[in-house]
């Protein structure tokens, strides 16, 4: 690494301060006249500094500190720009809408139970009359119900969107912020054919339907090429970024063995089509009239590329990374890779600031910088004659590189680690090749039948043969560790962990390696302290499980669910609502326990029979139509009582304890009268979380 590393950067020095600026916004503290009268003061000193000679001999310090204003504030304000509340025709901004019109925005999707389709807001019916209103809201409808709808569509539907919600469970999986990083806010579920009227047809963008019709058309080929259903699903997922049609062993298989980065049309992909097309269009040169062409020729199939694929964070950034390689070489220029990456996520966050927050934007550029920075010095380590090797030591360094500059992130959202990484990249990158380029020939020799039909032929049993190695490692003894856990603050240190490990690989010295050693230490301190906490916990969680009972008891290394069996015969449901918060508490999977069981089991300080459970001197009871506490137990000596189904509650049971009602309560309120104790409703402010230790309640 350079010594004038930041003078052969500047794209990246101005990255840096604009992505401060950009979560400044995210606050939502600062007013958009404070970033916008920033960035304009910033502006102006900057050109004052420049063209004023007496503000120049101090230009050194002065410049960083009005640099950094500028582009502090040029972030700030681009967030709370972009921001949807911002807008007061957002429907989010509406009091009320009895009709809402709508124009959809692409084909309806099929799902397990129902249909789904993205659409934008053109108007709001109310009181008021009709008001123009903007924004974006998933619609559901039942399979039986037949609307023959198709993008563009415009219709006018009576009924009132729904704003999503949010997480219900601590530290479930944030489906409305999903959503709203996409710019949806609301959904709307009809239930009846008479609340839908179809007002005209044919509306859109053109460019986007000539794009999802090219989609769907390049998928049809494939499935008429490959047979095997798996074999057209990975298929479609590497060559198009369709994912959809994935099974779930698939997909477990692929994630457990390391190799899912493969599926998601990335840097590698577009890696591959950008050295292809330079190869095929070579003989027009690089100079003159047919040098520009080919310029134009690479670029356009790059994005093309990218619109096909659904334009994911990764495919942008590679895109704009390799376009900008392709213009250095048509003008003969020598790119900086920093820069490159500097300016594609420069320009990505500025059309959609919301995006440092995707995984897939986060992931994209750890991986390219650990590769950048990484691999020629893991390269080096070794060195051998044999081109065969040589190749495959290339490929490992690259595995490494990706693996060490992700891993911190795959943890703190995945919670796992694929111990066979190495293995599988050296069977998928290689793969993903052949497959991209036999996938492309295979859709363009569909004008030619009995070439279509061998090329599909050999597409299928390579993409069988992929399938099956990673399924069987995947098999393999000790193929995933999971329920591993960073918190933000672990995070954040580890990866000040790597930067100073990187500085101390390109230049050694001893404040780096003491600097290295301190940060070491405090993550130490960090993962004590948590194990300690962990080993102390003592939580009650009534969880929010729609439709279902379900409490967990969180006694340090021991995790026991108390639920319905209907939940218990579904672990992944659970799994999908509480599996986050057992990995947070130091655990993978739980104990579990139905509520109508009358076989007493008694545990540490945990003790269940029936309806009733005490855990540390706290006596909770369950009532729902499935089970009841036992005639044995008597109310007033319950300290809390967790109600479901369609249970009732009297005055003259003379309860004087804590009443919550569960996900799975039937009734809108407590039947029949309320008494004057607590009553908490988990269906409407989420799951109820308590620790037992000082009865805190969250």
Not at 226 to 245: I, T
Not at 666 to 673: H, I, P, Q, V
């Amino acid at each position: 690494m350079k010594i004038n590393f930041w003078r052969t950067v500047p794209v990246f020095r101005v990255l840096l301060p604009f992505l401060l600026g950009v979560h400044l916004g995210k606050l939502g503290q600062i007013p958009l006249s404070w970033f916008v009268s920033g960035a304009a003061l910033g502006m102006m000193l900057m050109a004052a500094i420049c063209f004023w000679p007496v503000l120049r001999e101090h230009a050194e310090k002065l410049f960083a500190t009005v640099f950094l204003l500028a582009f502090v504030s040029l972030g700030g304000a681009v967030e709370r720009v972009s921001d949807l509340a911002s807008n007061p025709n957002h429907l989010a901004n509406k009091n009320h809408a009895d009709f809402v019109d709508i124009e959809l925005l692409n084909h309806p999707e099929e799902s397990a139970r129902s249909y789904k389709v993205a659409a934008r807001v053109r108007g709001v019916y109310n009181a008021e009359g009709y008001q123009q209103a903007t924004g974006q809201i998933l619609v559901y409808y039942r399979k039986e119900q037949v609307f023959g709808w198709k993008r563009g569509d415009r219709v006018l539907v009576a009924r009132t969107p729904q704003e999503v919600k949010p997480p219900m469970n601590p530290y479930e999986f944030d489906y409305r912020r999903y959503l709203y990083r996409r710019g949806i806010t609301h959904t709307l579920f009809l239930r009846d054919p008479s609340e839908v009227r179809l007002l005209s047809g044919g509306h859109g963008s053109r460019l986007g339907a000539r794009v999802e019709d090219s989609r769907k058309m390049l998928v049809g080929l494939l499935r008429d090429a490959v047979q095997n259903d798996d074999a057209f699903a990975v298929s479609a997922a590497l060559v198009l970024g369709q994912k959809d049609h994935l099974s779930r062993e698939i997909r477990s298989a692929y994630s457990s063995s390391g190799a899912m980065h493969v599926l998601a049309v990335s840097g590698l992909h577009v890696g591959i089509i950008y050295l292809v097309l330079v190869w095929l269009l070579r003989w027009l040169g690089t100079r003159g009239a047919m040098g520009w062409l080919r310029l134009l020729l690479i670029i356009t199939a790059l994005w093309s590329y990218a619109l096909i694929t659904g334009m994911s964070p990764s495919v942008m950034r590679a895109s704009t990374m390799f376009t900008a390689i392709a213009i250095a070489q048509g003008i003969s220029r020598s790119t900086n890779i920093f820069n490159s990456i500097a300016g594609a996520a420069l320009v990505l966050i500025c059309f959609n600031p919301l995006i440092t927050e995707e995984v897939g934007f986060q992931l994209s550029f750890a991986a390219v910088l650990g590769i950048v920075l990484l691999q020629p010095k893991i390269y080096a380590l070794w060195h051998t004659n044999n081109w065969l090797l040589d190749k495959m030591w290339q490929l490992t360094a690259v595995s490494i590189a990706a693996q060490l500059a992700t891993f911190p992130l795959a943890i703190f959202y995945f919670h796992q680690f694929p111990n066979y990484f190495l293995l599988s990249n050296f069977i998928v990158i290689p793969a993903a090749t052949v497959v991209l380029i036999t996938g492309f020939a295979t859709m363009v020799a569909a004008l030619f039948q009995p070439l279509f039909d061998l090329l599909g032929t050999l597409l299928n049993a390579i993409v069988s043969l992929l399938n099956w190695l990673i399924v069987s490692i995947e098999n393999l003894p000790g193929s995933l560790t999971e329920g591993l856990f960073f918190s933000g603050l672990m995070l954040f240190l580890v990866y000040v962990f790597l930067a100073f490990f990187t500085a101390m690989v390109y230049r050694p010295k001893v404040r780096t390696l003491l600097t290295l050693s301190a940060v070491l230490l405090l993550m130490l301190a960090v993962r004590t302290v948590h194990i300690v906490q962990q080993k102390h916990q003592k939580l009650v969680l009534v969880a929010h499980v729609p439709g279902s009972s379900c409490v967990n008891f969180v006694d340090g290394g021991q995790n026991i669910v108390v639920a319905d069996e209907s939940l218990m015969l579904n672990p992944e449901r659970l799994d999908f609502h509480l599996g986050n918060f057992w990995v947070r508490m130091g655990h993978s999977k739980p104990q579990f326990l139905a509520v109508k069981d009358e076989e007493p089991k008694v545990s540490r300080a945990f003790f269940k029979q029936g309806g009733f459970v005490s855990f540390h001197g706290q006596r909770l009871a369950f009532r729902n139509a499935e089970s009841a506490p036992n005639n044995d137990i008597t109310l007033p000596e319950v300290d809390v009582l967790v109600m479901d189904g369609k249970s009732k509650l009297f005055p003259d049971e003379g309860f004087t304890g804590d009443v919550v009602l569960g996900s799975g309560y039937r009734y809108r309120a407590l039947c029949c009268d309320e008494p004057g104790n607590w009553v908490y409703d988990v269906r409407a402010k989420g799951a109820l979380l308590w620790d037992v230790s000082n009865e805190q309640v969250e």
